[in-house]
T-cell receptor, first 106, second 113 residues
Framework: KNEVEQSPQNLTAQEGEFITINCSYS?????LHWLQQHPGGGIVSLFM???GKKKHGRLIATINIQEKHSSLHITASHPRDSAVYIC????????FGKGTRLHILP | NAGVMQNPRHLVRRRGQEARLRCSPMKGHSHVYWYRQLPEEGLKFMVYLQKENIIDESGMPKERFSAEFPKEGPSILRIQQVVRGDSAAYFC???????????FGPGTRLTVT
């Protein structure tokens, strides 16, 4: 069993829809990392959060350390949001989820 | 402040040759991490280094692979006698301290022919 589990694995939605990606982890961590990997392969750090909620533009990330669960939300989704979203538990060696492949249709 | 730099961006090697991948961390970052992404798979940790020290190399194959982060210059991931299975994207990331947010480089795509 992977120590960091993401759901769903794949998600296709229409432009404008509200998107939620979930991440559950079994390791003991003090913070969680959300990453975005574009179709071209580049990786961008979206958030690192240890409690509560963070917002950046249309992206919102929440975390509940006690329940070991985090969510990434995208409001008013757009085709350019199409990417793989990865949650990761940073420690000495970061443990990655398998990623959620998001495809937003115009 | 330049981001994490990796070069080359694309590298083609024949079986049996050596591959050297370079990573220059962000200014002020002394912690470097290397990850490998095989085609159609997720990211996997390889090695974590701090200046002149290997902190954790548990994700790196014992043979043919080595990594260093010298006092001066970039971190180097070296793959000797490459095989087709080494074809992958290799990403490095850096952080200012252990456990802090990591910033990723653009990756080096290694193709072994």
């Amino acid at each position: 069993k992977n120590e960091v589990e993401q759901s769903p694995q794949n998600l296709t939605a229409q432009e404008g829809e509200f998107i939620t990606i979930n991440c559950s982890y079994s390791v003991g961590i003090s913070a969680l990392h959300w990453l975005q990997q574009h179709p071209g392969g580049g990786i961008v750090s979206l958030f690192m959060l240890s409690s509560g909620k963070k917002k950046h533009g249309r992206l919102i990330a929440t975390i509940n350390i006690q329940e070991k669960h985090s969510s990434l939300h995208i409001t008013a989704s757009h085709p350019r949001d199409s990417a793989v979203y990865i949650c990761a538990a940073p420690d000495d060696k970061i443990i990655f989820g398998k990623g959620t492949r998001l495809h937003i249709l115009p | 402040n330049a981001g994490v730099m990796q070069n080359p961006r694309h590298l083609v090697r024949r079986r049996g040759q050596e591959a050297r991948l370079r990573c220059s961390p962000m200014k002020g970052h002394s912690h470097v991490y290397w990850y490998r992404q095989l085609p159609e798979e997720g990211l996997k940790f390889m090695v974590y280094l701090q200046k002149e020290n290997i902190i954790d190399e548990s994700g790196m194959p014992k043979e043919r692979f080595s990594a260093e982060f010298p006092k001066e210059g970039p971190s180097i991931l070296r793959i000797q006698q490459v095989v087709r299975g080494d074809s992958a994207a290799y990403f490095c990331a850096s952080s200012p301290r252990r456990g802090y947010e990591q910033y990723f480089g653009p990756g080096t795509r290694l193709t072994v022919t």
